[in-house]
Nanobody, 126 residues
Framework: QVQLVQSGGGLVRTGDSLRLSCTAT????????VAWFRQAPGKEREFLAG?????????FFADSVYGRFTIFRRNDLNTVYLEMLTLYPEDTAVYYC??????????????????WGQGTQVTVSS
């Protein structure tokens, strides 16, 4: 069973960039499909970006963040990253990483994911 530990986040200004990390312990992270979600107050959890298991076509994105967010994996660090460029106040939310044990390709629903990180707050000031 894998455990996901998140780091990064915090308070930034409009236009800033930020990188979030999701480090797996217990299993190689490249054997899971890993995705990032966020949840703003009063809103549903929103899919942002995902990366498939090693050997499959890699990344997939929500239209709302395509071109502004990117996702990549460092197998040597057992970590998946979410790189966020040009942040806006509407990006303020708690951000979560999640892993799909079945290794499905491109799942975008939170119900498809089995393991979750602890969440990290991102606040973008205007």
């Amino acid at each position: 069973q894998v455990q996901l530990v998140q780091s990064g986040g915090g308070l930034v200004r409009t236009g800033d960039s930020l990188r979030l990390s999701c480090t797996a312990t217990g299993r190689p992270i490249n054997t899971y499909t890993v995705a990032w979600f966020r949840q703003a107050p009063g809103k549903e959890r929103e899919f942002l970006a995902g990366i498939n298991t090693q050997g499959k076509l890699s990344a997939f994105f929500a239209d709302s963040v395509y071109g502004r967010f990117t996702i990549f994996r460092r197998n040597d660090l057992n970590t998946v990253y979410l790189e966020m460029l040009t942040l806006y106040p509407e990006d303020t939310a708690v951000y979560y990483c999640a892993a799909d044990e079945s290794g499905g390709s491109g799942p975008r629903s939170d119900v498809d994911y089995d393991f979750w990180g602890q969440g990290t707050q991102v606040t973008v000031s205007s």
